[in-house]
């Protein structure tokens, strides 16, 4: 079992950066694809971005492309996102997830992710 944990959310005014880190308990986590999803209140969880295992590639939805990154640091065993610009309309509940199929694009779909942190709030105001 991995257990992930994500920290360094906050309150932040819009256009200001804010960078969150995914913590994992093993090692193991770094042969896992990565994903990190949001929850605003009242919506269903969406895909943010995504991350594969060798930390080469990623993916990210139209609404944080050009503004998110991703990168991951499998000495430390984490994943971040990088977070610029950010909006109102970014304010959610976010979470990173680990999907252990090996050798496969990681996945958008939350539904394909078999581990989850308990995620970190971001709030930005106007």
């Known amino acids: 079992q991995v257990w992930l944990t994500e920290s360094g959310g906050g309150l932040v005014q819009a256009g200001d950066s804010l960078r969150l880190s995914c913590a994992a308990s093993?090692?193991?986590?770094?042969?896992?694809?990565m994903g990190w999803f949001r929850q605003a209140p009242g919506k269903e969880r969406e895909f943010v971005g995504t991350i594969d295992a060798s930390g080469t590639s990623t993916k990210y939805s139209d609404s944080v492309n050009g503004r998110f990154t991703i990168s991951r640091d499998n000495a430390k065993i984490t994943v971040n996102l990088q977070m610029n610009s950010l909006k109102p309309k970014d304010t959610a509940d976010y979470y990173c997830?680990?999907?252990?199929?090996?050798?496969?694009?990681?996945?958008?779909?939350?539904?394909?992710?078999?581990?989850w942190g308990q995620g970190t709030q971001v709030t930005v105001s106007t």
């Open positions: 997830a680990g999907d252990n199929v090996v050798g496969v694009p990681p996945p958008t779909a939350s539904k394909k992710y078999d581990y």
């Open positions: 093993k090692r193991t986590f770094n042969s896992y694809n």
